[in-house]
């Protein structure tokens, strides 16, 4: 293939890729962006698309990565009068050192294997819930849609119990959090929904106020009790008690909903390895791996450099826009041989589909725990898992999973 012609496919993939509604397989665009170069610019986006794994990894340790600046790129002018996007510019992952270093440092005092463990019993009865839910709708042989039963609520139901958000507040959260977060993106939003946003933060910040109020009373065991204790101590501003607080209860929503929803029908699309699995219950911690490799919920992140970079072959100055797509990481055959087939017992590596450096996620254990109790469980209750009509996979860009997704369960 010509240069131009490389060129041209790249610049292909930039428009598929950035223009909603987003191709229900993106897969392709990542490999033409990587086989143009792995850290490629865009004249027309006038930014940087990393698809390479190494060169994702790097870049997420480098110091001269902002995410301040990349939030800063991205948000509208007067965000300041907007309670959403203000709440949003204190959210754990937009900030930089030394404020991001301080708060994950306080954060992580109260988000511990512990704490997570702690909820681990709580965890398996909510499956167990959840999949006589499934058997009892699935009985007559109708449809049922796994998102709407289990992919949606169930990290809702698991991350209100870890906070101690009363479970009947828990989908009234949910919905207040899904107004904010439609700002979360640049500025593809509208002004009715942006005043949607500011509405609906204002409310959550109130519920979370009175929470706050009632765990400095009477403290339990739960996070936000925790956040709370560490937050007084350190005389945290309460902007930053609440920016933490709120943002802990949104970031595994939609991210543990697409492994969710991605991740039953990718198996469903290799029934091989899904057979497998039944025979291997040891291979579970692995296969859970390689189902985010594989599907990989977030499709990226993005960094403002904050000074000269050097990334793979290209000599990056201060002030551009970065998009690491740790989706085109997860398939770089340079890392992961035959990169689109899925291998539940692969050993080559870890993806990158938590992202890596001070911005790894926070959740990653609670992901995998929450994750590896409810896989399990499903493919072992139902011997017959089977895409029923039309599978609708969300249209937003950058995440990678299913609106809707039906399944007949025998
Ligand atoms: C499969 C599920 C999940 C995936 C794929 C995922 C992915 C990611 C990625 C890629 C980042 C890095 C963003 C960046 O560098 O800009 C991140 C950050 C984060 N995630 Fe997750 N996440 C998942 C589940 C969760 C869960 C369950 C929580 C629980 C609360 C969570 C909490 C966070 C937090 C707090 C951060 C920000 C960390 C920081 O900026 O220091 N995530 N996640």
Known sequence: MSTDDLIQEAEAAVVALSTPPQPPDPYPHYAAL?????????????????????????????????????????????????????????????LDPPDHTHLRGLASKVFTPAAIRRVQPSIERMVGQRLDE?????????????????????????????????????????DLANDWTRVWGGGNYSDEELAKADESTVELRNYFDALFADRRRKPGEDLLSGLVKVGDESRLPPDDLMALATFLFVAGFETTTNLISCGVW?????????????????????????????????????????????LGDKEIPAGQLIFLMTAGANRDPRQFPDPDKLILTRDDGPHAGFGGGPHYCLGAALARMETQVLF????????????????????????????????VLK
């Open 134 to 174: 499934l058997a009892e709708r699935a009985s007559g042989g109708e449809p049922v849609d796994l998102v709407e039963l289990v992919a949606s609520p169930f990290p809702v139901q698991v991350i209100c119990e870890l906070l101690g958000v009363p479970a009947e507040q828990g989908m009234l959260f949910y």
């Open 34 to 94: 990587r086989r143009a170069n792995p850290v490629y610019y865009s004249e027309p986006l006038q930014a940087y698309a990393v698809t390479g794994y190494a060169e994702v990894a790097a870049a997420a340790k480098m110091p001269n990565m902002g995410n301040g600046p990349r939030a800063a790129a991205m948000r509208r002018q007067g965000w300041e009068d907007h309670e959403s996007l203000r709440l949003f510019m204190r959210a754990l992952v937009t």
């Open 376 to 407: 399990p469980a499903l493919i072992n209750r139902f011997s017959v898992i089977e895409v029923a009509g039309e599978p609708q996979w969300r249209t937003a860009t950058g995440l990678h999973g299913f609106e809707k997704l039906e399944l």
């Open 266 to 310: 990718t198996l469903t699309e290799n029934p091989d390895q899904l057979d497998l699995w039944r025979e291997r219950p040891d291979i579970t911690p692995g296969a859970i791996e390689e189902l985010i490799r594989h599907g990989t919920p977030i499709s990226g992140t993005a960094r403002v450099s904050t000074g000269p970079v050097r």
